[in-house]
């Protein structure tokens, strides 16, 4: 069964500091990797994703995530966080084009002034 | 504009009363899906459609159905609600790389 792993619920950064999140899931065959950001009382939209080729992929709103398959981690990362970054992020992961889909738990990322 | 719609956006129901949350997309996608959202648990998939007339379960699929009769729409159906059901529910159309396009989301209360 596929899982994901999401280190930390809250993190909170200062506006301009580095925004990392932690993902970690389990996999026996290569996966598709998605991060989703949800800002409050919206639905979930698309930040970036890793299906094949180059592990290092950019998102939106200048984030992005780096496919290491050794570590089995797909972090998200931003190099300066904005007061609109302030979100839940969600990180899923799938193994076949069939539909099913493993979502972690969520980190709330908080942005103080 | 591509999209998937959702209705009705929020619901309060009574135990025991069936419900169903329909959901369209316009995206042309074969794959849909459904998922529930609870505080602290993620979201976590209920049903998920790779075709007309072919469903499958999630991971929390109990006192849920689902139908396909149309490649458009994927209504959720609760037969009998529990106040456990309440949730705010999201439904999906999907990719064929499993890149989920979500609707604006339901949100269900069970008294």
């Known amino acids: 069964a596929q899982s994901v792993t999401q280190l930390g619920s809250h993190v909170s950064v200062s506006e301009g500091a580095l925004v990392l999140l932690r993902c970690n899931y389990s996999s026996s065959v290569p996966p598709y990797l998605f991060w989703y950001v949800q800002y409050p009382n919206q639905g979930l939209q698309l930040l970036l994703k890793y299906t094949t080729g180059a592990t290092l992929v950019k998102g939106i709103n200048g984030f992005e995530a780096e496919f290491k398959k050794s570590e089995t981690s797909f972090h998200l990362t931003k190099p300066s966080a904005h007061m609109s970054d302030a979100a839940e992020y969600f990180c899923?992961?799938?193994?076949?084009?069939?539909?099913?889909?493993?979502f972690g738990d969520g980190t709330t990322l908080t942005v103080k002034p | 504009e591509a999209q998937v719609t959702q209705n009705p956006r929020y619901l309060i129901t009574v135990t025991g009363k069936k419900l169903t949350v329909t959901c369209s997309q316009n995206m042309n996608h074969e794959y849909m899906s459904w998922y529930r959202q609870d505080p602290g648990l993620g979201l976590r998939q209920i049903y998920y459609?790779?075709?007309?007339?072919?469903?499958d379960k999630g991971d929390v699929p109990e006192g849920y159905k689902v139908s396909r009769k149309e490649k458009r729409n994927f209504p959720l159906i609760l037969e009998s609600p529990s106040p456990n059901q309440t949730s705010l529910y999201f439904c999906a159309a999907v990719s064929s790389y499993n890149e989920q396009f979500f609707g604006p989301g339901t949100r269900l209360t069970v008294l």
């Open positions: 899923a992961v799938s193994y076949t084009n069939a539909g099913k889909s493993t």
């Open positions: 459609s790779m075709n007309v007339e072919v469903t």
